[in-house]
Nanobody, 126 residues
Framework: FQVVESGGGLVQAGKSLKLSCTTSGYTSGIHAMGWFRQAPGKEREFVAALNWPQISTNYNDAVKGRFTISRDNAENPLTLQMDNLEPSDTAIYYC????????????????????WGRGTQVTVSS
């Protein structure tokens, strides 16, 4: 099972960007997907997660109201719509997947996510 991110780039503050994550391999056992990010000189942090097929979402407070995680169906990519971007959103964004559902603070535990992409760079200029 693999996850591959796309859609990163350079944008100005206040603009939008959409990341996508495609999957391949044994996907029927996956029950949650999400995003982490790592800014320069900082620890990696949880961004957002989506449980599947019982759709529920979890967000880091820093992005709540600006970012939206979604997936139309199991065959479509996971997306992260990022609006009103801020320079502090600059980071490498990693798509993740796991076999179990996650709720609340559980989603933020890195070691509980079994599958990781290689990351895509997002840079927000001021």
């Amino acid at each position: 099972f693999q996850v591959v991110e796309s859609g990163g780039g350079l944008v100005q503050a206040g603009k939008s960007l959409k990341l996508s994550c495609t999957t391949s391999g044994y996907t029927s056992g996956i029950h949650a997907m999400g995003w982490f990010r790592q800014a320069p000189g900082k620890e990696r942090e949880f961004v957002a997660a989506l449980n599947w097929p019982q759709i529920s979402t979890n967000y880091n407070d820093a992005v709540k109201g600006r970012f939206t995680i979604s997936r139309d169906n199991a065959e479509n990519p996971l997306t992260l719509q990022m609006d009103n971007l801020e320079p502090s959103d600059t980071a490498i964004y990693y798509c993740v997947a796991r076999l179990d559902y996650c709720v609340g603070y559980i989603c933020a535990i890195e070691t509980d996510w079994e599958y990781w992409g290689r990351g895509t760079q997002v840079t927000v200029s001021s």
